[in-house]
């Protein structure tokens, strides 16, 4: 299996959105609502900050936001703040019963 | 609260077999709503799932490793164990032990990650 495309870099100012796209195929992201995203800074664990395509777990702030249409899954983050700067990963389920990452990408906030 | 601790050697030699444990408090290994996980992140790269194994023993696990990994189910102990047969300087990477959920496979807890080095 391939990983998911992803850019492997964004920045923004802060209080500036930005989106990061996750691009698969109709055998993972495209075929089921089951893309999550991650939160993950130098030397701690990977964050669950979105399930389900739009799901926030419990005490994530709701400046993260999910979407897909087709094969690409999307999260965009408002209101940036200087905390934001992190790698992020999508996952998906796929049709073998397996895990995808995706390749990540590192948000700057200028 | 549920947490997830990672253990074993951090230098592992060349074609041996890497093997690391993962130690459940807080809570049962035998809930049937998640799955238990091993995913990794070789230095300067991203993150890449390992593989998941249930409560009953049965694991799922990537195309790309599945010929050289087994993860096994101890409940008496309340863990679950990662091995990775035939390494190489490929298989330096942090190891994390998550779990995640059997319908959405969002892992919402993770540990803290244990470096292993595979030395020639």
């Known amino acids: 299996q391939s990983a998911l495309t992803q850019p492997a870099s964004v920045s923004g100012s802060p209080g500036q959105s930005i989106t990061i796209s996750c691009t698969g195929t109709?055998?993972?992201?495209?075929?089921?609502?089951?893309v999550s995203w991650y939160q993950h800074h130098p030397g701690k664990a990977p964050k669950l900050i979105l399930y389900?395509?739009?799901d926030r777990p419990s005490g994530v702030s709701n400046r993260f936001s999910g979407s897909k249409s087709g094969i690409t899954a999307s999260l965009t983050i408002s209101g940036l703040q200087a905390e934001d700067e992190a790698s992020y990963y999508c996952s998906s389920y796929t049709s073998s019963s397996t895990l995808v990452f995706g390749g990540g990408t590192k948000l700057t906030v200028l | 609260q549920l947490q997830l601790q990672e253990s074993g050697p951090g230098l592992v030699k060349a074609s041996e077999t890497l093997s690391l444990t993962c130690t459940v408090s807080?809570?049962?290994?035998?809930?049937?709503?998640?799955?238990w996980a091993w995913i990794r992140q070789p230095p300067g790269k991203g993150l890449e799932w390992i593989g998941s194994?249930?409560?009953?023993?049965?694991?799922y696990y990537s195309p790309s490793l599945k010929s050289r990994v087994t993860i096994s189910v101890d409940m008496s102990n309340n863990q679950f164990s990662l091995k990775l047969s035939s390494v190489t300087a490929a298989d330096t990477a942090a190891y994390y032990c998550a779990r995640h959920g059997w319908a959405t496979w969002a892992s919402d807890i993770w540990g803290q990650g244990t470096m292993v080095t595979v030395s020639s």
């Open positions: 194994v249930f409560h009953s023993g049965s694991a």
């Open positions: 807080g809570g049962s290994i035998r809930s049937s709503s998640y799955y």
């Open positions: 389900d395509v739009s």
């Open positions: 109709n055998s993972d992201v495209g075929g089921y609502n089951y």
